[in-house]
């Protein structure tokens, strides 16, 4: 655990380099190079040789795709309360992204031309989701219903398969209930750099989307360009704002959740005026602990990742959330509070609003992606949305009089840059007759 106090003057320099030390390994970018490099050259057999080494599990050629047969069966079997709650995600999550669609639009400009967009879905999709030994069922939801809901014509899914070489049945049943019937047994690096380039068994995409590991973003990253990429979600984040008002168990509760994701560089930041409530809420987190599943692993978190920061007051408790542009940000306040909160932290990826809002709501069923920006990078970017799922065109449309009207301009420009073949392009047409 790491203390910090907004009356530090050195405070954000302090954050900014603790912030910025797990920024970059160049292992990983050398590890994932290699990696991007060798299924760009060998193709299947670079997916096969790379699952042995870094999942255990042997595969043939044949055992890359998963069968149609495999998802179907996998959403017969299912738990009647589990899919209960796997579509009831879906509807949410479906409903709250179908009023996010941008909306195709015609205008006339001032020189009397006529303007607009139009929207397209993207030709083809690829999808990480992570599996293995913790199986994302909601990141397919997360992922794959907004592709769906923006049209999207082909959906290739990649993930990692179990020791045991396996799929986890309550993953896959997600994916037939979302209507998916492409689906990879590969996950890591090799799973980004076969969607980016293909191989025999797996076409390349257009766009790569979903969360993943330090050595899944590398590879997002080492690509991009020859593939769209979303964004680059990292290890989980929340941030806990919370006053006098709070009830300690729960704000111990919400640390505990967001760092027992388990990549262990997790970070989770408590934030208060009120130091009493920070030391209860450690109390708590030392009781609480102790009923987890995976308590050894949340105490490795803890250790490094949890940052108790003592506010000085309302102004500075907003600069501190602002600078460190939270994943998830938990308002555990009083009502009055949080719309004036909510409207000056303007870096966050989601926020969640009052005492009766933890964040697990929005891991699974409220209806926005749970895909977010991390690393500080709710600053300049937002989480996953329908429109990342389409592309976008500017239309412009002009007949003779609004060339006329635009000829003085173009002219003006053409001049100023020197660019004589710009200017001609538009002259011309209106020495032309009218015919």
């Known amino acids: 655990m790491k203390r910090f106090s907004c009356d530090d003057p050195e405070l954000f320099a302090k954050l900014g380099a603790e912030l910025a030390a797990a920024a970059r390994d160049l292992e990983v970018e050398h590890a994932v190079s290699e990696i991007v490099g060798s299924v760009q050259e060998q193709g299947d057999s670079a997916l096969i040789a790379l699952t042995a080494r870094f999942d255990g599990v042997t595969l043939s050629p044949s055992d890359i795709r998963l069968s149609g047969d495999e998802l179907q069966s996998a959403a017969e079997t299912l738990d009647p309360e589990n899919r209960c709650a796997i579509e009831e995600s879906i509807s949410s999550v479906r409903q709250f992204h179908d009023n996010c669609r941008p909306r195709d639009w015609k205008a006339i400009n001032s020189q009397g031309g006529q303007v607009g967009e139009c929207h397209y879905p993207l030709r083809r999709v690829g999808i990480y989701v992570p599996g293995g030994k913790v199986p994302l069922v909601s990141t397919v939801i997360m ?12 959906i290739a899914v990649t993930t990692p398969p179990q020791s045991n070489g396996t799929v986890s049945p309550a993953l896959l049943a997600a994916l037939s209930l979302c209507e998916i019937n492409e689906v990879y047994k590969v996950g890591g690096a090799q799973a980004i750099a076969a969607l980016a380039h293909g191989t025999s068994t797996i076409k390349a995409v257009d766009k790569i989307f979903g969360p993943g590991n330090a050595y899944v973003n590398e590879a997002k990253r080492q690509v991009f360009g020859i593939v769209g990429i979303d964004l680059l979600p990292g290890p989980s984040e929340v941030m806990v704002i919370a006053d006098e008002t709070a009830d300690p168990s729960c704000v111990a509760a919400a640390l505990l959740a967001q760092a027992e994701h388990g990549s262990g560089k997790e970070k989770v930041f408590l934030v208060s005026e009120n130091s009493s409530l920070i030391e209860r809420s450690l109390q708590e987190i030392e009781r609480q602990i102790e009923t987890l599943t995976h308590r050894d692993a949340i105490r490795g978190i803890l250790q490094s990742g949890l940052y108790c920061i003592q506010g000085g007051d309302e102004e500075s408790i907003v600069k501190v959330a602002n600078f460190i542009a939270p994943e998830h940000l938990e308002l555990q306040v009083v009502d009055e509070k949080i719309d004036r909160l909510t409207s000056l932290i303007t870096t966050a990826g989601a926020i969640f609003q009052g ?51 635009a000829e003085a301009i173009i002219s003006s420009f053409s001049a100023m840059e020197n660019l004589d073949a710009h200017g001609r392009s538009l002259s011309m047409r209106l020495e032309k007759p009218e015919d």
């Open 143 to 154: 992922t794959v219903t907004l592709a769906k809901a923006a049209g999207v014509d082909e």
């Open 355 to 405: 005492h009766l809002t933890p964040t697990v709501l929005g891991d699974f069923a409220a209806g926005p992606s749970h895909v977010l920006p991390t690393g500080r990078a709710s600053r300049f970017s937002s989480g996953l949305r329908l429109s990342d799922f389409l592309r976008r065109s500017s239309i412009v449309r002009y007949d003779r009089n609004a060339l006329r009207n």
